[in-house]
């Protein structure tokens, strides 16, 4: 069955500080890679997607990820962080139809 | 509507009863997804319609769950007999098409006392 994982539960940093956020999938076949962000009080909204093409993707709110085939992996990053940062960030993937997530990691960011 | 719209947003009800949540879809969307997310974990699957197709049903967790969908418009998820541990934000998503991206409501937030 198509799982996937998200690699920590709850990051805490501080304003300025670099954010990687780890994801592994363990569906073999063609996928589609998302990672959603859900700020406090807010539904969950689209950060980025990957389809096809050049596997560093730029998102939203100068978030981008990267896809490493050979690792299953969609990792996500930001260079520098920002209070308004603070929200659930899940990683999501999509085979045939399945849009299936991760855990969620909860991200703190330090005034 | 310009997004997806959940109803009711909030709702408390006494164990043993039924509950309907609805959902409306975003109007074109052709697949429409049902979630749970239990209070500090991630998305559950429930279920999954596409047009006409049979739904994907294999995430209901138990016979009390049920979902319906008219062609690809307003979906209803049905809990009967509502147990303590159905408590819950059930969200609803659709999208374009399969494996498209998917966009979200707001949630129905269901306690079951």
């Given at each position: 069955a198509q799982s996937v994982s998200q690699h920590n539960h709850h990051v805490i940093l501080s304003e300025a500080a670099s954010l990687e956020l780890g994801c592994n999938y363990s569906y073999g076949g063609t996928v589609n890679l998302f990672w959603y962000v859900q700020y406090p009080g807010q539904h969950l909204q689209l950060l980025l997607k990957y389809f096809?093409?050049?596997?560093l993707v730029k998102g939203i709110k100068g978030f981008e990820a990267e896809f490493i085939k050979s690792k299953f992996s969609f990792n996500l990053r930001k260079p520098s962080v920002q209070w308004s940062d603070t929200a659930e960030y899940f990683c999501a993937v999509s085979n045939d139809y399945k849009l299936s997530f991760g855990a969620g990691t909860t991200v703190t960011v330090r005034a | 509507g310009a997004g997806v719209s959940q109803s009711p947003s909030n709702k408390v009800t006494e164990k043993g009863k039924d509950v309907e949540l609805r959902c409306d879809p975003i109007s074109g969307h052709t697949a429409l997804y049902w979630y749970r997310q239990r209070l500090g974990q991630g998305l559950e699957f429930l279920i999954y319609f596409q047009g006409n197709s049979a739904p994907?049903?294999?995430?209901?967790?138990?016979?009390?769950f049920s979902a319906e969908r008219t062609g690809e418009s307003v979906s209803t998820l049905t809990i009967q007999r509502?147990?303590?541990?159905?408590s819950a934000v059930y969200l609803c998503a659709s999208s374009l098409k399969p494996q498209q991206e998917a966009f979200f409501g707001q949630g129905t937030r269901l306690t079951v006392v």
């Open positions: 096809s093409g050049d596997p | 994907d049903k294999s995430g209901l967790p138990s016979d009390r509502t147990q303590q541990e159905d």
